[in-house]
Nanobody, 121 residues
Protein backbone atom coordinates (compact mmCIF):
# COMPACT_ATOMS: atom_id res chain seq x y z
CA UNK A 1 0.00 0.00 0.00
CA UNK A 2 2.99 2.29 0.50
CA UNK A 3 6.06 2.62 -1.65
CA UNK A 4 9.30 4.43 -0.77
CA UNK A 5 11.58 5.41 -3.64
CA UNK A 6 15.11 6.59 -2.94
CA UNK A 7 17.51 8.43 -5.20
CA UNK A 8 20.79 10.30 -5.05
CA UNK A 9 23.38 7.68 -4.20
CA UNK A 10 26.64 7.30 -6.04
CA UNK A 11 30.42 7.45 -5.92
CA UNK A 12 32.07 10.46 -4.29
CA UNK A 13 35.58 11.30 -3.16
CA UNK A 14 36.38 11.76 0.53
CA UNK A 15 35.33 15.23 1.63
CA UNK A 16 32.63 15.39 -1.00
CA UNK A 17 28.88 15.76 -0.70
CA UNK A 18 25.75 13.88 -1.74
CA UNK A 19 22.06 14.43 -1.19
CA UNK A 20 19.71 11.47 -0.85
CA UNK A 21 15.98 11.82 -1.49
CA UNK A 22 13.11 9.55 -0.54
CA UNK A 23 9.52 9.97 -1.67
CA UNK A 24 6.65 7.99 -0.19
CA UNK A 25 3.47 7.26 -2.12
CA UNK A 26 0.33 5.22 -1.62
CA UNK A 27 -2.53 5.13 0.86
CA UNK A 28 -0.92 7.50 3.32
CA UNK A 29 -2.81 9.48 5.93
CA UNK A 30 0.24 10.63 7.85
CA UNK A 31 3.87 9.71 8.38
CA UNK A 32 5.02 9.99 11.97
CA UNK A 33 8.74 9.50 11.43
CA UNK A 34 10.95 9.29 8.36
CA UNK A 35 14.52 8.22 8.61
CA UNK A 36 17.66 6.99 6.93
CA UNK A 37 19.47 3.80 7.87
CA UNK A 38 22.60 2.33 6.37
CA UNK A 39 24.19 -1.07 6.14
CA UNK A 40 27.82 -1.68 5.27
CA UNK A 41 29.03 -5.13 4.15
CA UNK A 42 29.28 -7.50 7.07
CA UNK A 43 27.66 -5.04 9.47
CA UNK A 44 24.22 -4.58 10.94
CA UNK A 45 21.83 -1.96 9.66
CA UNK A 46 22.13 1.22 11.74
CA UNK A 47 20.14 4.40 12.13
CA UNK A 48 21.78 7.42 10.53
CA UNK A 49 19.16 10.08 11.21
CA UNK A 50 15.42 10.49 11.54
CA UNK A 51 12.90 13.30 11.68
CA UNK A 52 9.39 13.45 13.11
CA UNK A 53 6.36 15.07 11.54
CA UNK A 54 6.92 17.92 13.99
CA UNK A 55 10.46 18.47 12.76
CA UNK A 56 12.42 16.96 15.64
CA UNK A 57 15.62 15.35 14.46
CA UNK A 58 17.93 12.66 15.74
CA UNK A 59 21.43 11.78 14.46
CA UNK A 60 23.94 9.09 15.22
CA UNK A 61 27.06 10.60 16.77
CA UNK A 62 29.37 9.82 13.86
CA UNK A 63 27.39 11.97 11.42
CA UNK A 64 26.53 14.93 13.64
CA UNK A 65 27.71 18.18 12.10
CA UNK A 66 28.17 16.56 8.68
CA UNK A 67 24.72 15.23 7.74
CA UNK A 68 21.40 17.09 7.75
CA UNK A 69 18.00 15.45 7.52
CA UNK A 70 14.97 17.44 6.38
CA UNK A 71 11.39 16.88 5.28
CA UNK A 72 9.44 18.52 2.50
CA UNK A 73 5.70 18.05 3.09
CA UNK A 74 4.47 14.82 4.65
CA UNK A 75 5.93 12.40 2.14
CA UNK A 76 9.47 13.43 1.23
CA UNK A 77 12.69 13.27 3.21
CA UNK A 78 16.22 14.34 2.30
CA UNK A 79 19.62 13.55 3.70
CA UNK A 80 22.30 16.12 2.90
CA UNK A 81 25.68 14.49 3.45
CA UNK A 82 28.79 16.67 3.61
CA UNK A 83 32.42 15.93 4.44
CA UNK A 84 31.90 12.31 3.49
CA UNK A 85 34.35 9.71 4.76
CA UNK A 86 35.19 6.23 3.49
CA UNK A 87 33.48 4.81 6.58
CA UNK A 88 30.20 6.33 5.34
CA UNK A 89 30.22 3.81 2.50
CA UNK A 90 27.08 1.67 2.73
CA UNK A 91 23.69 1.00 1.25
CA UNK A 92 21.37 3.69 2.56
CA UNK A 93 17.72 2.81 3.21
CA UNK A 94 14.77 5.11 3.70
CA UNK A 95 12.30 4.18 6.43
CA UNK A 96 8.85 5.55 7.24
CA UNK A 97 6.40 4.94 10.06
CA UNK A 98 3.09 5.33 8.24
CA UNK A 99 -0.49 5.78 9.35
CA UNK A 100 -2.57 4.49 6.46
CA UNK A 101 -5.60 6.16 4.95
CA UNK A 102 -7.31 2.74 4.88
CA UNK A 103 -8.07 0.29 7.67
CA UNK A 104 -6.34 -1.23 9.44
CA UNK A 105 -4.51 2.06 9.73
CA UNK A 106 -1.45 0.98 11.64
CA UNK A 107 1.05 2.61 11.98
CA UNK A 108 3.28 0.37 9.91
CA UNK A 109 6.96 0.44 9.06
CA UNK A 110 8.01 0.63 5.40
CA UNK A 111 11.42 0.45 3.74
CA UNK A 112 12.85 1.62 0.45
CA UNK A 113 14.93 -0.59 -1.79
CA UNK A 114 18.21 1.08 -0.81
CA UNK A 115 20.72 3.26 -2.63
CA UNK A 116 24.48 2.69 -2.67
CA UNK A 117 26.80 5.40 -1.37
CA UNK A 118 30.50 4.80 -1.98
CA UNK A 119 33.15 7.18 -0.65
CA UNK A 120 36.50 6.46 -2.23
CA UNK A 121 39.38 8.17 -3.96
Amino acid sequence: QVRLVESGGGLVQPGGSLTLSCAASGSIFDIYVMGWYRQAPGKQRELVADITSGGSTNYRDSVKGRFTISRENVNTVYLQMNSLKPEDTAVYYCNAEVLLAITPRGPYDYWGQGTQVTVSS
